[in-house]
């Protein structure tokens, strides 16, 4: 019975205390690696504390989201290849959230940031651009919808439907658009 007990108590402490704490080392690895310019150590401590699956996966997957929302240039210098594989595995990240709760208007910002991020570097392929573009407008509205008429939402919809060469279609009382059209 003891021995029964013991086990159960062992069983708890690794899943929700010591598988919680790696991932959340890697996530902490991986955050290191963002701030000394090493992408790759980046995605391969992230990845590694995916490996725990643990309850607190979504928040780390959100941080790795917000970092590569935050600073698309640091896969500017990448091969195509290599920079599409990265924004597909946050894409497919970012899905994993949405699933989870499907009316976060946060998470589906970041999607839409991302599939947005995805499509400005691929503007030489029609096909892949109006792909990304699309899902990144249907998934801006869809937070718009979770959260109808708030600014901070709609900003980054009129920035992805400028993004996506339709600023006509920019909401009306955003002018942001109208400023950058002017210019172009």
């Known amino acids: 019975m003891i021995a029964g007990v013991g086990l159960v108590i062992a069983i708890i402490m690794w899943q929700y205390n010591i598988k919680v704490y790696e991932m959340l080392n890697w996530t902490i690895e991986g955050q290191k ?34 970092a590569i929302a935050s600073n698309p240039d640091m896969l500017s210098n990448l091969s195509s290849d290599k920079r599409q594989e990265i924004l597909d595995y946050n894409i497919e990240l970012a899905k994993e959230n949405v699933a989870y709760n499907p009316h976060d208007s946060l998470l589906q910002m970041l999607l839409a940031q991302l599939l947005n991020i995805t499509a400005s570097f691929n503007t030489d ?6 792909f990304y573009s ?21 900003l980054p919809k009129s920035a992805d439907l400028f993004d996506a060469r339709r600023p006509e279609k920019c909401p009306g009382y955003i002018n942001v658009c109208r400023k950058f059209e002017s210019g172009l």
């Open 125 to 130: 392929n029609q096909s892949k651009f109006g």
């Open 33 to 66: 690696y963002l701030q000394s310019g090493d992408l790759d150590g980046m995605m391969n401590a992230y990845k590694k504390a995916y490996t725990y699956n643990t309850v607190l996966d979504r928040d780390s997957r959100t941080s790795l989201n917000r």
């Open 134 to 154: 699309d899902q990144a407008l249907e998934a801006i509205n869809k937070s718009i919808d979770a959260s109808p008429g708030r600014e901070p939402v709609i």
